[in-house]
């Protein structure tokens, strides 16, 4: 018989600057990806494959708000500031899974729109240390 599972993104702890974030929008609201491919590979007109390993470290952390969060003044503060600061996601869901990283900064100041609807604002964090095992 399968094993059931559950899901709850209160589990997931997202810390900024040492600051726990909180008032996210809906739907997907933490994603994480390296900025190039670790392993790429080429095959010679002989048919001899070769395998290339790439050296870029970095990656992005994409943060997604809702536009009254608390969250938006603490991430254009460290815009403002231009010093690196660290990021940390936890997923109590996953057995504890943990990405830590310690030099980052906000890639730009989010896209602004203002309605009778409550809207988003999504931030990019250019993370150089991506590229590490997690914690």
């Known amino acids: 018989m399968a094993k059931s599972m559950s899901y709850n993104f209160k589990k997931v702890a997202v810390i900024i600057a040492g600051v726990f974030a909180q008032q996210f929008a809906e739907g997907t609201v933490v994603t994480s990806a390296p900025t190039a491919e670790k392993r790429t590979m080429t095959s010679g007109a002989d048919g001899s494959v070769t395998f290339l ?45 943990k990405e830590h990283y310690v030099e980052c900064k906000v890639q730009q100041l989010p896209e602004r729109a203002h309605g009778a609807e409550l809207n988003n604002r999504e931030w990019v964090i250019l993370v150089a240390d991506y590229d590490k095992k997690a914690a």
């Open 53 to 97: 390993e790439g050296n870029d470290p970095t990656g992005t952390v994409t943060l997604v708000f809702a536009q009254n969060s608390e969250m938006n003044a603490l991430l254009q503060e460290l815009y403002y500031q231009d010093d690196v600061f660290s990021l940390s996601i936890v997923d109590n869901n996953t057995g504890g899974v």
